[in-house]
């Protein structure tokens, strides 16, 4: 009869953690590098690629990173809201075009709008893996001493902006 058992046991156990697994929001994945310094970086901007662009350039700054591509089907969704906190000027916003031709990001721009300070381009995708990218969109927060204090893992809504991001921020900046 035991040998019968065990199995039954084990399967139990696996719906137990599926169940589990499945109430979790997987827009809610701890991140690694909340509390770290932001990894350095230096790349090309994406309107003026003969200049540069580093997180050491925002020292002593609150300031948003958001990750983007032409190609992705969630920026679109995100952008609207983008562009409206862009032009409260309370937080500035930088770009992340992450593997995406300089053309297609420039013609997304034009036809959609540039809510962006700066955009700088991450053709091979290398900066997205030094900050734990998973998917496109994702958007850091950024305090004055360079490290990352929030992580939004899918398109930032006017919900998060108002309940999560504009408090964080005004926080940071006091």
Known sequence: MSRYLWP?????????????????????????????????????????????????????????LNVWASWCVSCRDEHPVLLELSKTKLVPIYGLDYKDPRDDALRWLKEFGDPYDKSVADVDGRIGID????????????????????????????????????????????
Do not use: C
């Open 8 to 64: 039954l046991g084990i399967f139990l156990t696996l719906v137990a953690f599926l169940g589990i697994g499945l109430t979790l929001n997987p827009r809610e994945v701890p991140s690694p590098l909340v509390g770290k310094a932001a990894p350095p970086f230096e790349l090309p901007q994406l309107h003026e690629p003969a200049m540069k662009f580093s997180p050491a350039d925002m020292k002593g700054r609150v300031w948003m």
């Open 131 to 174: 900050y734990g990218v998973y998917g496109v969109p994702e958007t850091y927060v950024i305090d004055k001493a360079g490290v990352i204090r929030y992580k939004v893992i899918g398109p930032v809504t006017e919900e998060s902006v108002q309940k999560t991001l504009l408090p964080l921020i005004a926080e940071l900046n006091r």
